[in-house]
T-cell receptor
Framework: GQQLNQSPQSMFIQEGEDVSMNCTSSSIFNTWLWYKQDPGEGPVLLIALYKAGELTSNGRLTAQFGITRKDSFLNISASIPSDVGIYFC???????????FGTGTQLKVEL | DAGVIQSPRHEVTEMGQEVTLRCKPISGHDYLFWYRQTMMRGLELLIYFNNNVPIDDSGMPEDRFSAKMPNASFSTLKIQPSEPRDSAVYFCASSPLGTDNQPQHFGDGTRLSIL
């Protein structure tokens, strides 16, 4: 079946640093989504990407839908302590809202 | 605005018991999804509904699992009989009808522990 691999698996960065993480797939997706999950809560949508090559920003977050439609990246600029959490990418082939989730990137921020 | 509401937030029960998880989707959303999250397998889609009708239940692990959506504002996921390997966090999500790929909004989950 489809698999989404995220890297890095975890990262420990200094407050104020920029962060980059990516997601790759063996299959083509029509939509890429990025979610953040805090402990004890459900994933919260950060950014949605609908077109190959699309670059979208949401505050300090920027995400891109890869041209090949098999990858996506998420950048966080000037990280702050509340950025701590697990970031998931998710892809949809367009067959009816069925999402495949990535393995997650755990972000830890050092003050 | 009220988000997706799940209950209970935590459930601890002994193996063999019936477990019922509940979900109230966001009002006006036509799609409802049930996911399971574990360390080993991550987030897995179990089943989803469109307009209260089950569309794809291929992710339901076995016959012990069943889900219903009797109306647009309520869904249940039932496990009978429960087993220790069912321990996980179960999430419900909903999304609106419209063009394909409307983003899903998640509840805060039910943490299930089967002893």
């Amino acid at each position: 079946g489809q698999q989404l691999n995220q890297s890095p698996q975890s990262m420990f960065i200094q407050e104020g640093e920029d962060v980059s993480m990516n997601c790759t797939s063996s299959s083509i997706f029509n939509t890429w989504l990025w979610y953040k999950q805090d402990p004890g809560e459900g994933p919260v949508l950060l950014i949605a990407l609908y077109k190959a090559g699309e670059l979208t920003s949401n505050g300090r977050l920027t995400a891109q839908f890869g041209i090949t439609r098999k990858d996506s990246f998420l950048n966080i600029s000037a990280s702050i302590p509340s950025d701590v959490g697990i970031y998931f990418c998710a892809g949809d082939t367009g067959g009816g809202n069925k999402l495949t989730f990535g393995t997650g990137t755990q972000l830890k921020v050092e003050l | 605005d009220a988000g997706v509401i799940q209950s209970p937030r935590h459930e601890v029960t002994e193996m063999g018991q019936e477990v019922t998880l509940r979900c109230k989707p966001i009002s006006g959303h036509d799609y409802l999804f049930w996911y399971r999250q574990t360390m080993m397998r991550g987030l897995e889609l179990l089943i989803y509904f469109n307009n209260n009708v089950p569309i794809d239940d291929s992710g339901m692990p076995e016959d012990r699992f069943s889900a219903k959506m009797p109306n647009a504002s309520f869904s249940t996921l039932k496990i009978q009989p429960s087993e220790p390997r069912d321990s996980a966090v179960y999430f419900c999500a909903s999304s609106p009808l419209g063009t394909d790929n409307q983003p899903q909004h998640f509840g805060d989950g039910t943490r299930l522990s089967i002893l």
